[in-house]
């Protein structure tokens, strides 16, 4: 533990990514999609561009820091907050200043642009809370925990850190006693753990074949709608998982989960309950839920949540459109 001279703010700082931009030769721009980043992993991926001559990237970023850091209390003033994304590899060094976008203070928001040539691999992005104390400006008061710091990867083609979303491939006959009552379905999502798993049951016929294998164009077809499935049920199961344990304050306002149960909210309610802040939104989904009505309503905007992130929408018309053709090739 570091010790430091003077007064430091307590409670955690979290960052969050919410949308990633690209800019190539002559202005072009592109869009990512959610797929290019992870709020469970923290990681951007920029090798998922369409185009390969991207020169800068923007990420939208978010920031929530303990309420205390804006409060009169004679501690330190001239609060502000900042995202720093580094990379030893090339020894840089990019900072931006967020905007304090709430009366509370709580929340900050920005953009960073990096350029594609000051980078070789993966980056690191971090946020920090920065003030004068006993009259000394700069000092850095609150940071990002290290283990919840984002990664920024040039070349990944997947958002992911040493590992994916945890897949095991389990036999639910045999298996962990809670896994048998399930024998019958091909896959059981876990959200009792570090990270959401996947366990896939192996007695059921066929199905690690066709979720490993390469297999036919047809059978691609299914695999990647198969996934998109899958996607749906992880992104279901996590977002109830964290609206059902939340930590509720004197008043009655809860609270976001310092780990991927907060970022998982903050990623789906604003589709969940779409015009609302997300804190506005917490509250309004902890109050139907654990109210007498309202629960029932949101299930549609829930489950239109998770298979926008699971991009269930693109993997179906993929393979409608690749079934057609595959009938219009018969027919000929």
């Known amino acids: 533990m570091r010790a430091y001279p003077y007064k430091r703010l307590s409670g955690v700082v979290a960052l969050r990514v919410t949308a990633v931009s690209l800019r190539g030769p002559g202005d072009s721009r592109e ?14 991926a920029l090798g998922l561009a ?9 990420l939208k970023l978010s ?14 003033s001239d609060v ?20 304090s976008g709430t009366e509370s203070g709580r929340e900050w928001t920005g953009s960073l642009e990096l350029c594609r040539a000051d980078h070789l691999e993966r980056a690191t992005l971090s946020v920090h809370v920065v003030a004068t104390v006993d009259g000394v400006p700069g000092r ?14 040039m070349t990944a083609e997947a958002p992911v850190r040493q590992r994916e979303l945890d897949v095991v491939e389990v036999g639910f006959r045999e298996g962990p006693a809670w896994l048998r009552p399930f024998r019958d379905v091909p896959w059981i999502v876990d959200t009792s753990g570090e990270l959401p798993a996947v366990r ?26 198969l996934l998109a499935q899958m996607c749906t049920d992880v992104w279901t199961a996590v977002f109830h998982t964290a609206i059902g344990d939340l930590e509720i304050e004197d008043d009655g306002t809860p609270l976001f989960p310092d780990d991927w149960r907060g970022e998982v909210l903050r990623e789906m309610l604003p589709d969940v309950v779409p ?3 997300v804190e506005e939104a917490l509250r309004d989904v902890h109050r139907r839920r654990t109210g007498t009505s309202g629960w029932v309503d ?11 992130r699971a991009e269930v929408p693109k993997a179906l018309s993929t393979t409608i459109r690749g079934l057609d053709r595959l009938h219009q090739g018969n027919d000929t």
């Open 298 to 308: 949101l299930q549609p905007r829930i489950h239109f949540a998770a298979t926008r």
């Open 80 to 99: 502000s907050v900042v995202a720093v994304l580094t990379e030893k590899a090339t020894n840089t060094r990019t900072t931006v200043q967020l905007d």
């Open 50 to 58: 369409e185009q390969d001559d991207w020169e800068t990237a923007r």
């Open 140 to 153: 850095v008061i609150a940071s990002s925990e290290p283990e919840k710091e984002w990664a920024v990867d």
């Open 63 to 76: 920031a929530t820091v303990p309420s205390k850091a804006t409060e009169t209390n004679g501690h330190w």
């Open 275 to 277: 015009g609302r802040s």
């Open 200 to 225: 896939v049951n192996t007695d059921f016929d066929g199905i690690t074949e066709l979720v490993g294998g390469d297999g036919t164009s047809v059978e691609g077809m299914v695999r990647d709608l």
């Open 31 to 44: 869009q990512l999609d959610t797929s290019a980043f992870s709020v469970v992993e923290r990681v951007v």
